[in-house]
T-cell receptor, first 113, second 114 residues
Framework: DTEVTQTPKHLVMGMTNKKSLKCEQHMGHRAMYWYKQKAKKPPELMFVYSYEKLSINESVPSRFSPECPNSSLLNLHLHALQPEDSALYLC????????????FGPGTRLLVL | AQSVTQLGSHVSVSEGALVLLRCNYSSSVPPYLFWYVQYPNQGLQLLLKYTSAATLVKGINGFEAEFKKSETSFHLTKPSAHMSDAAEYFCAVTLGGSQGNLIFGKGTKLSVKP
């Protein structure tokens, strides 16, 4: 099973709202990732967790707050977002190791009004 | 620094025709190379991965790619296009180093005409 699940599928939020995106995998992977993808662009890496610890933060604004409560779950907490944050947010997971294959979830389509 | 160049942001073929999507990489050491496909409003799905075990890599849905070191290329091909192949295709490279160091090309949108 190479499935990564994400909820919700779609999310509309105002600039003052607080919301969370959720990601789950049951492949035993110990590395998990958040990517942001704008229309007609490739994914851009935001955060990397290895063994439930944040290992990479690609200079992402603090209005995005990641959390990895256990080895199967990854959250992205959103607060005070801007309209330019509207995008497809993708979660991925892999075995630990920089050349390991990353498996992606279906994404959450976020619209900030 | 490693990088990936996908030639052609949009490729259009007729159903049944050969699909050729081009990818060139820039690397001074042997890379790991990937092709991912993204259907509309979906996530990325792995098509195939090159790990130096064999230069011709077979993937899912009838796709394959050939690693050519002399040309620094990893082009994706399929002998006969189906309507269902219409999607965005991303080539990606990693040399290792830090976890998650996956560099994507800008993508090629494949259209298939009936």
């Amino acid at each position: 099973d190479t499935e990564v699940t994400q909820t919700p599928k779609h999310l509309v939020m105002g600039m003052t709202n607080k919301k969370s995106l959720k990601c789950e995998q049951h492949m035993g992977h110990r590395a998990m990732y958040w990517y942001k993808q704008k229309a007609k662009k490739p994914p851009e890496l935001m955060f990397v967790y290895s063994y439930e610890k944040l290992s990479i933060n690609e200079s992402v604004p603090s209005r995005f707050s990641p959390e990895c409560p256990n080895s199967s779950l990854l959250n992205l907490h959103l607060h005070a977002l801007q309209p330019e944050d509207s995008a497809l947010y993708l979660c991925a997971s892999s075995q630990v190791g920089s050349t390991e294959t990353q498996y992606f979830g279906p994404g959450t389509r976020l619209l900030v009004l | 620094a490693q990088s990936v160049t996908q030639l052609g942001s949009h490729v259009s073929v007729s159903e049944g025709a050969l699909v050729l999507l081009r990818c060139n990489y820039s690397s001074s050491v042997p890379p790991y190379l990937f092709w991912y496909v993204q259907y509309p409003n979906q996530g990325l799905q792995l098509l195939l991965k090159y790990t130096s075990a064999a230069t011709l890599v077979k993937g899912i849905n009838g796709f394959e790619a050939e690693f050519k070191k002399s040309e620094t290329s990893f082009h994706l091909t399929k002998p006969s296009a189906h309507m269902s192949d219409a999607a965005e295709y991303f080539c990606a490279v990693t040399l290792g180093g830090s976890q998650g160091n996956l560099i994507f090309g800008k993508g090629t949108k494949l259209s298939v005409k009936p």
